[in-house]
T-cell receptor, first 111, second 116 residues
Framework: RKEVEQDPGPFNVPEGATVAFNCTYSNSASQSFFWYRQDCRKEPKLLMSVYSSGNEDGRFTAQLNRASQYISLLIRDSKLSDSATYLCVVGINTGFQKLVFGTGTRLLVSP | DAEITQSPRHKITETGRQVTLACHQTWNHNNMFWYRQDLGHGLRLIHYSYGVQDTNKGEVSDGYSVSRSNTEDLPLTLESAASSQTSVYFC???????????????FGPGTRLTVL
């Protein structure tokens, strides 16, 4: 079983749609949680950190459920520019913050 | 602006050759990391460093080595390149300061390596 599991997609949605991605993690010692965005053939970039209280950044909302070991990302009013792969990332502090990456969920937003 | 760079961006080599990939950051970050990314896998950690003269093995370190002689650079060496090492390699750095709630890692643009 992978430490971080995501639906690979692709999720095909029209502009303006709301789309949600889910992610589960297996290590209960995980302490920090992130969503990274990766464009085709580019480096991953931090989209947002995820906190137990949930957090929102514009059209993006992230939620964490520690009991179920589940992380979600909601994108409202999708834009063409949101087309990318979204990586669920879990941090485990083992002297430093070790990051464990999911394989990513691909989003395609069409006109 | 501070940044993290990698070179070369693309490299084709032959099995058995030694290859070194460069990573340079100007943020004065303590921590530096090397990952590889392959289809069907998330990014996997190869080696990491907390600071000058410190290096540690990650989950897929066999066949790779690193050295940290200064804060800015963490070169990755493939001692004897194998076809299984064909991949995209990303370098990353993070501040590594004590007490940070989260220590965000920033990634370089990647090096696409092909071993024939």
């Amino acid at each position: 079983r992978k430490e971080v599991e995501q639906d690979p997609g692709p999720f095909n949605v029209p502009e303006g749609a709301t789309v949600a991605f889910n992610c589960t993690y297996s290590n209960s010692a995980s302490q920090s949680f992130f969503w990274y965005r990766q464009d085709c053939r580019k480096e991953p970039k931090l989209l947002m950190s995820v906190y137990s209280s949930g957090n929102e950044d514009g059209r993006f909302t992230a939620q964490l459920n520690r009991a179920s070991q589940y992380i979600s990302l909601l994108i409202r009013d999708s834009k063409l520019s949101d087309s990318a792969t979204y990586l669920c990332v879990v941090g485990i502090n083992t002297g430093f913050q070790k990051l464990v990456f999911g394989t990513g969920t691909r989003l395609l937003v069409s006109p | 602006d501070a940044e993290i760079t990698q070179s070369p961006r693309h490299k084709i080599t032959e099995t058995g050759r030694q290859v070194t990939l460069a990573c340079h950051q100007t943020w004065n970050h303590n921590n530096m990391f090397w990952y590889r990314q392959d289809l069907g896998h998330g990014l996997r950690l190869i080696h990491y460093s907390y600071g000058v003269q410190d290096t540690n093995k990650g989950e897929v370190s066999d066949g790779y080595s690193v050295s940290r002689s200064n804060t800015e650079d963490l070169p990755l060496t493939l001692e004897s390149a194998a076809s299984s090492q064909t991949s995209v390699y990303f370098c990353a750095s993070s501040e590594g300061r004590r007490g940070l709630r989260t220590d965000t890692q920033y990634f370089g643009p990647g090096t696409r390596l092909t071993v024939l």
